[in-house]
């Protein structure tokens, strides 16, 4: 299933995204969902480490020795 959703842009970056669809002969939804698939990941774990940082430095919750990390996952060296 897909769905549909709008997204308004800069001029700018409109204009790039145009432009490429138009020399490739791929629509511009494409290069979207492209963009997306790509950073998506990124921007969730970047979104997620800085609410763990904000909750450490609450005191909410405590960081995770890099040791431990290591142990746990069977990269001790």
Do not use: C, F, H
Request: cysteine-free; proline content about 4%.
């Amino acid at each position: 299933m897909s769905r549909q959703t709008a997204v308004r842009l800069p001029d700018d970056i409109y204009n790039r995204l145009d432009s490429l669809a138009v020399r490739t002969g791929r629509n511009k939804a494409y290069y979207i969902r492209e963009a997306l698939q790509e950073y998506l990941g990124d921007l969730e774990d970047i979104y997620l480490a800085e609410q763990r940082l904000i909750d450490i430095r609450a005191g909410k919750t405590r960081p995770v020795p890099l040791e431990e990390v290591m142990k746990r996952y069977g990269l001790e060296g």
